[in-house]
């Protein structure tokens, strides 16, 4: 895990009540892998660095549910955390992917 800023550090508590060793403690319960695709997170682009595993939380409750990586966070963010939409999407991607239960419906995700 790469060095925590201050911003970082202050912005868990303030929108979280999320401490360093919370992080920490989630960041190794997970193995250090986003918690939807259990992949490392990524480096940055524009600097090159390991980007830390996002902080997912419940929007309305602010309750955190884990750390995922940067697209899997979009991912989320993008369907507004609606289980119709991930689900319709999955729907989408069987019709042209022609999968079938027999395919890989039930197979386990990348990374696992």
């Known amino acids: 895990m790469n060095t925590l800023t201050t911003i970082q550090k202050y912005n868990w508590k303030r929108f979280y009540s999320l401490s360093t060793l919370d992080y920490t403690l989630l960041f190794k319960d997970q193995k250090g892998l986003c918690a939807i695709c259990h992949l490392p997170e990524g480096k940055s682009k524009k ?12 929007h309305k409750t602010k309750q955190v549910r884990g750390l995922l990586c940067r697209k899997c966070n ?4 993008c369907c507004k ?16 992917n022609k999968l079938t239960t ?8 990348p990374g696992r």
Request: net charge neutral.
């Open 47 to 58: 600097t090159g660095k390991q980007r830390m595993l996002s902080v997912d939380h419940n």
């Open 74 to 77: 979009l991912l989320l963010g």
């Open 102 to 109: 027999e395919d890989n419906s039930n197979a386990p995700l």
């Open 81 to 96: 955390e609606d289980i119709k939409v991930l689900l319709a999407s999955m729907c989408y991607l069987k019709k042209f």
